[in-house]
């Protein structure tokens, strides 16, 4: 495909790997050793691994011995919520809290039964009531609880109050909390130390790593009760088996790009996304931007137009070289209503017309031109629609 005649908007779903981590993923190739090893080979594999964890670890405000490298987010995020997540002097969770919009890999990726799990509204804009949060944690007061909340939202974007929910748990005081951080990881600045947070998952392939290599990150003091995989010892016993030692650095290499840029990057991206949202405005004056009041990633918009179907929209926009994504890109090749937005209240006649595009790196000027022209023509086609309706 070429890639320079298109213009790829859908970070969230992933972000292409960047040409730096390409080349270093190329360099490990030629690391022919396995980390385990003891001879040279296996010294200079085990040293690229190790580098890798303490970038990774440096990106999201952990020891690097808190690492554990997995496939990805669902895994990480799966193995947590399988009930396995330990704190030193904190009895087992037998309750699970979630927010409404939750990632499926926690929504459906849970192992507790349906009575121990409660689900907890969120706002308009998307943000966890936290109201709800205290009052449930007040009822619960003889259980130990572990609470998932995401960091960021994948749909629109919007940046969960972590450092409030953590905060309200700590009072509680047999509360353990995860966040599903995979969208937050490299686009906005995030410690699992400064928060306080017992765990949080992440993704590669959200921060132009390659697909398939994500990690669980555990704060001091907390572990998995139950390995995620058993076998020759890797990964402090908690993953056996030979890491993905092409990935790992691939995501090292990343995070480090990541941590250097974040800052401007944000600033950068965020300039952008405003812009965008400006001529989206300016081009469909009723169209609603979900999350809009809340705080957000700085690279998202989840945006509906009246009456118009993202389903259409998306196949228009691909013809016109432009790659974006209606709803959950995790749930791509079929348009269902978002429980995201229907969380948020959205009525389903606006939900479904929810186009997300969401910027990155390799994004600039010339993508929003070309979006816009194509979001122009689709607007115009709709609105000449309504008048000859009318
Ligand atoms: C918020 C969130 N959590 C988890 C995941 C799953 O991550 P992975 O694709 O690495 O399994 C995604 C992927 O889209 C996501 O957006």
Redesign the pocket.
């Known amino acids: 495909m070429d890639t320079a005649a298109r213009s790829y908007l859908d970070h969230?779903?992933t972000s292409p790997v960047r040409p730096e981590v390409a080349a270093a993923v190329a360099r490990a190739l030629n690391l022919p050793g396995n980390p385990s090893s003891i001879h040279a080979e296996g010294r200079a594999a085990r040293h690229a691994l190790q580098e890798a964890r303490a970038r990774l670890a440096a990106l999201v405000g952990a020891a690097p011995e808190r690492v554990v490298f997995t496939s990805?987010?669902?895994?990480a995020?799966n193995t947590v919520l399988s009930g396995a997540l330990r704190r030193r002097g904190c009895p087992a969770p037998t309750r699970l809290m979630i927010s409404a919009t939750e990632?499926p890999?926690?929504a459906a990726g849970h192992r507790f039964s349906d009575e121990a799990v409660e689900t907890l509204p969120v706002d308009a804009g998307g943000t966890l009531r936290l109201d709800a949060l205290a009052a449930r944690l007040d009822a619960c007061r003889d259980e130990a609880v572990l609470i998932s909340v995401?960091a960021a939202?994948?749909e629109t974007g919007v940046v969960q109050p972590l450092a409030e929910i953590v905060r309200l748990t700590r009072a509680h005081g047999r509360a353990l909390v995860h966040s599903?951080a995979?969208?937050a990881v490299g686009k906005i600045p995030l410690s699992l130390d400064a928060l306080g947070l017992d765990a949080l998952?992440l993704?590669g392939?959200?921060f132009a790593a390659p697909k398939g290599v994500?990690a669980l990150v555990l704060a001091e003091g907390v572990t998995l009760e139950t390995a995620f995989l058993r076998g020759g010892g890797q990964e402090a016993r908690l993953r056996c088996g030979t890491e993905n030692l092409l990935g790992i650095v691939g995501m090292g290499e990343a995070a480090e790009i990541a941590r250097i840029a974040l800052d401007a990057e944000a600033v950068r991206l965020a300039g952008l996304r405003d812009a965008l949202q400006n001529r989206v405005r300016a081009l469909a004056p009723d169209a609603v931007v979900f999350g809009e009041g809340a705080a957000r990633l700085p690279n998202t918009l989840s945006v509906s137009v009246p009456g118009l179907e993202a389903a259409t929209a998306l196949i228009a926009l691909d013809l016109a070289n432009v790659a974006v994504s209606s709803g959950s890109?995790?749930a791509s090749g079929k348009v269902a209503r978002s429980p995201v937005l229907a969380a948020m209240g959205v009525s389903p006649a606006l939900a479904v017309g929810a186009l997300r595009v969401s910027l990155g790196w390799n994004s600039g000027d010339a993508d929003l031109r070309r979006f816009l022209e194509g979001f122009e023509r689709v607007v115009s086609s709709l609105y000449q629609r309504r008048g000859q309706a009318a």
């Open positions: 969230n779903a990805g987010g669902t895994e995020a990632h890999c926690v995401h939202n994948n599903d995979v969208q998952t993704s392939h959200k994500g890109a995790c």
